[in-house]
């Protein structure tokens, strides 16, 4: 290295630039040391009290719902990854601008830090289920955070008192003269951060440097250690194990016998079957980590306006002898035009509309404030849940107790209304209620207090834009109208008539029918074009309105290029 006057008694910008990347590195490491170790103390814990999780699940609520929408849109199942790598950014952010603080002062810094476990400490402390135990990881991990920063930034100063690097922020020195053009090209902030480090050498601080790195290393080593060691101790609350040595017990009500060749998609290649798989089902919760209800000590209490209010184990739900087995189609208010936001299992489950009798619901509530044990509250039509056929309290899906993701161990179901009004997941509590008394999570969102589904035909067959070899194709996809049925399901090729696709037998008015209509392709570019109609004659309408706040409507139209 040449011997320019940055490296002189006083202080150039690149100089103090590499003091701050390494008073912003001090931060991030101290940053990643605090959340290693606070994994380390949920792991002891319980996953919900990791202050990531905590504060990105206190996130979900305060977001707005454009942002919301936004990222269901865009990152769809992944959207809680997203908010994950989110947090972390902001963290990161935070943790950086922490360091530099750290710089000018060790206590500002310091209480950076504890300002940042004070947040995680309320977001975890302060859930729905949550204790004051849960905040412990929070502090545990600011104590730790401001150790490894305190120590780092000690490192830093030894070695600028040595290098006499104080200077006041705002000097700017002359443009240094003699710097070269391979002093130029290590000006990124990668060579400023090494030459802060090692000018200190010139000051016979060598040994400051390498504290820096070794300190700064071995935080980070100790941090992953005890952030993986953590993540596994985690693992010691999943119900997965528990889960499994269930088993779904035989409804005395079994679903309706489907007709051979009932799913089309086994002679048509791109169709959605007519089962849905549990892993393949669509996933829409603002859980950030899954709940885990243990099945040994799962209760569902029914509160509020019930003549005689009661709880019930699983046990007691799985040993019932009025379970039935239904075929329903779920969709979410979320899905687009065209969208994937639904899918078809076979449910086992307890009639509601039993249960609620049993215990005596009365006639004034007109809402069920369905509670979940993540505090999602979802708020059911008392009407829906009591007459809506086959509406139930489901603990099976396509011959397995309910996944872990899909609201194990219990869930709502009711036939013909959007999941965000009816499909409580986790559910811990049917509080009966009326609608003035309570706004539910969505609701309270300026969704719609109802969400009726409305009737949709999708086209999965040819994919959008793809091109084809002139001739005739099948154009195939799903259709769905819960409790009315599809009747019908029309294809129209650019602006001819719309013609009838054959459909997949009618079962149940719940489940959806597959469809499909081969058409004849000329050379060129071709629009295709789908509408259903419902058993109640309404036909699905062309006036395109988004999601929010009740549902998407129109119709589904895709382009294809035959060749
Ligand atoms: N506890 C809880 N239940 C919930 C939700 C939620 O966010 N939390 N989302 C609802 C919505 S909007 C839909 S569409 C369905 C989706 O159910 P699935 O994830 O099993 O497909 O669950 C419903 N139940
Ligand atoms: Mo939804």
New binding site residues.
Partial sequence: MTDTPRHGATPGPARRTGRWAAGALAGLISAAAALGAAELAAGLIGPASSPVVAVGNAAIPLTPEPVKAFAIRTFGEDDKIALVVGTLVVIACYAALVGLVGLRSRLLGAAGVALFGLVGFVAAATRPAGSLLDGVPSVVGAVVGIAVLGALLGTLSRRAVAGHDDAEPGAVPAPAAGTTQADRADDGLLGRLREALASGDRGGTAVDRRAFLVSGGVALGAAAVAGGGGRLLQRRFAVAGARSELALPVPSSPAPALPAGADLAERIPGLTPLFTANRD???????LTV?QLSPSDYTLRLTGMFDSPRSFTLAELYDRDDLIERDIT?????NEVGGK?A?TARWVGVPLGALLREAGVQSGSDQLVCR?S?G?T?GTPTRSALEVEDAMLAIGMNGEPLPV???FPV?MLVPGL???VS????LTGIDASTYDAFDAY?TERDWAVDGPIKVFARIDTPAPLRQLPAGRHPVAGVAWAQTRGIARVEVRVDDEDFVDAELSPEVDADLWRQWVLPVELTPGQHQLTVRATDRAGTVQTDQRVPPFPAGASGWHSIRVIAT
């Fill in positions: 089902f669509y996933r829409v919760d603002t859980a709940p779920l969709t979410c208010v979320s936001l899918g979940s993540d999602m979802i993701a899909h609201g869930r959007y999941g965000y499909a409580c997941k986790w969505w």
